[in-house]
């Protein structure tokens, strides 16, 4: 078969000379078929013509009408980029698929051991409270004796002597006021009271006239030269002009209470301090309008409550000069209603100001009210702070320190600790492992901190921040917590 693929090979392309791939695979099959015929010690003879079979077209490039060559060619480039994506792919597999379900599997294993594992809580042991207390309470530096100058006489602000900070003494002419109509209706109130004045010397006369023709009249009566009827006609006429002298004295009375009532009105012109102290308001200006209310008009807006700035001038109303005595100042302190029991005049206090770290100022109570407020239920409180150097100031914020004995104050455990429920107030204690719900009464609020008078013992152990899982009866993990709530 070998021999007729040779010798039909140039017949073949006499033929056909368009199919020019036949000679090459002839002379494969004939190389192919002599070697397989040929002894194996012949093989070293033949090796001339295997070394020719490169030169042949077996790897020449396929011609362009051979689909199955040219197929199999973009197969043998295209298999690298098929290698590399599947390289790719296993990458992407192995880097981001096998952590996720490792996580997974992690994760579902804690939750399996959390939700197997003893919820871990941590305690504090509590202590009863010691009987001598302390409140802190905040407190407002006020002077002992201060006076707010209102206005009574309507005018313009005609002079002002003093200004903020001035000493000033008891009577010391603070301003003037220009009031126009005060000043005339105190020389009108002085003419009615010389006309009043007048008419009485007139009526004076009238009745000298009538009590001198009576007695002339009299005498002739009872000599009988004149009539009965004469003598009483001269006694009625020296009645009615003493009538007459006694209207004309309560007209005089009367203008004199009404001059002197202008008179009055019309010192109000001039401000005058009523205590020693100091200047520490000012809310006029010269030539400010002063209505009788005290307010001041006419010199520009009123500084914004909260701005800071200074109550001098502009139409901010109220008193025109304020003035204090700084010799003598006192702190007032608003007592809730469940330490007020405690409170009482006598005991002293410590007073703490930020401005001044370090020092303490004593004061004492001297008075209270006696009495809670019924809009914020305190009970307000008076004291006198020691300031021998002056270095306090009216309005300052005052930290301050009471000291008091309670009687029975309970344990104090910490807010964070006390559930409330609907049907009251509870504490988790732990006893053995397991959680105690302990109902109690509550005491004084500390804020963070509360008393409890009733529902725990001396020497408790209390859950502090108790979660969900702290039920009635569950085991626990108990922790010790580093720093207890107690004092």
Request: proline share 6%; hydrophobic share 45%.
């Given at each position: ?7 039909g ?7 056909n000379?368009?199919?020019a ?7 494969v099959?004939?190389s192919?078929?002599?070697r397989a ?5 012949n093989?070293?003879d033949k090796a ?6 490169p030169?042949?077209?077996?790897f ?7 689909p199955?060559?040219a197929?199999?060619?973009?197969m043998r480039?295209?298999?690298?980029y ?12 192995f880097l ?6 490792k996580?997974?599997k992690?994760?579902a294993?804690?939750?399996?051991a ?6 871990v809580v941590?305690v504090a042991?509590?202590?009863r409270?010691s009987?001598?207390q302390q409140l802190?309470l905040?407190?407002?530096?006020t ?6 100058i209102?206005g009574q006489?309507?005018g ?11 000493a000033v ?6 301003a003037v006021?220009s009031?126009p109509?005060?000043?005339?209706i ?12 007048d008419?009485l ?5 009238q009745?000298?006239?009538?009590r001198?023709t009576y ?8 000599d009988g030269?004149l ?5 009483d006609v001269?006694?009625?006429?020296l009645?009615a002009a003493?009538?007459?002298?006694q209207s004309?004295?309560?007209a005089?009375?009367a ?11 019309a010192?109000f012109?001039e401000?005058?301090s009523p205590?020693?102290?100091t200047v520490?308001s000012?809310?006029?200006?010269v ?5 009788a ?7 520009g ?5 909260g701005?800071?700035a200074?109550?001098t001038g502009?139409a901010q109303g109220g008193?025109r000069?304020?003035?204090?005595d700084l010799r ?11 330490d ?7 005991p002293k206090?410590?007073?703490i ?7 303490r100022f004593d004061?004492k109570?001297?008075?209270?009210t006696d ?5 914020t239920?305190?009970?307000l ?8 150097k ?9 930290t301050v ?12 455990v910490s807010?964070s ?9 509870f ?13 109690v009464?509550?005491?004084r609020?500390?804020?963070?901190e509360?008393y ?7 020497g ?5 921040n108790p979660t969900?899982?702290?039920q ?11 720093k207890?709530?107690?004092?």
């Open positions: 078969m070998s021999e007729e693929l040779v010798h090979a140039p017949q073949a392309s006499e033929d000379a368009s199919i791939p036949a000679p090459a695979v002839a002379a099959s004939k192919g078929a002599a015929e040929e002894p194996t010690a093989v070293e001339p013509e295997a070394a020719e079979l030169a042949t077209d077996f020449a490039p396929p011609a362009e009408n051979t199955l060559r197929g199999a060619s973009h480039r295209g298999w690298p098929l290698l590399a994506g599947v390289i790719i792919i296993a990458a992407v597999v981001g698929v096998l952590p996720r379900l996580l997974k992690e994760t294993a804690r939750a399996v959390a939700r197997d594992a003893l919820p941590e042991i509590v202590r409270a009987a001598v802190t905040p407190g407002t530096v002077p002992s004796i201060s006076a707010h209102f006489a309507s313009y602000l005609k002079a002002r002597y003093v200004d903020l900070g001035d003494h008891r009577g010391q002419l603070l006021i009031s109509d005060l000043d005339a105190v020389i009108q109130q002085r003419s009615l009271v010389q006309e009043s004045e008419f010397n007139r009526e004076r006369t009745e000298s006239l009538a001198v007695g002339r009249i009299h005498v002739l009566a009872v030269v009539s009965k009827q004469d003598d001269a006694m009625a006429a009645l003493s009538a007459n002298v004309a004295q309560n005089v009375g203008a004199n209470g009404s001059l002197q009532h202008a008179t009055s009105m010192a012109e401000v005058r205590i020693d102290g520490t000012r809310n006029v200006e030539g400010s309008y002063i209505s209310a005290g307010a001041g008009q006419g010199n807006p009123a500084p914004a409550a701005s800071g200074p109550p502009g008193e000069f304020g003035v204090a003598d100042l006192h702190v007032f302190v608003a007592v809730p209603e469940q007020a029991i405690y409170m009482g005049t006598g206090a410590v007073l100001f930020s401005e001044m770290p370090g020092e004061a109570i001297i008075r209270s009495s809670l407020s019924q809009q239920r305190t009970l409180m008076e004291m006198k702070v020691a300031d021998p002056h270095r306090l100031r009216p309005g300052m914020y005052a320190q009471l000291g008091f004995d309670a009687l029975d104050p309970g344990i104090l807010g600790s006390v559930i409330t429920l609907a049907h009251g107030a504490v988790a204690v732990v006893n053995d492992n397991v959680i105690h719900m302990q109902k009464q509550m005491g609020d500390l804020g963070t509360v409890v008078t009733a529902g725990l013992n001396n408790d152990a209390v859950v502090l969900d899982a702290v009635d009866g569950v085991h626990v993990v108990a922790k010790a917590a580093q207890g709530p107690e004092k």
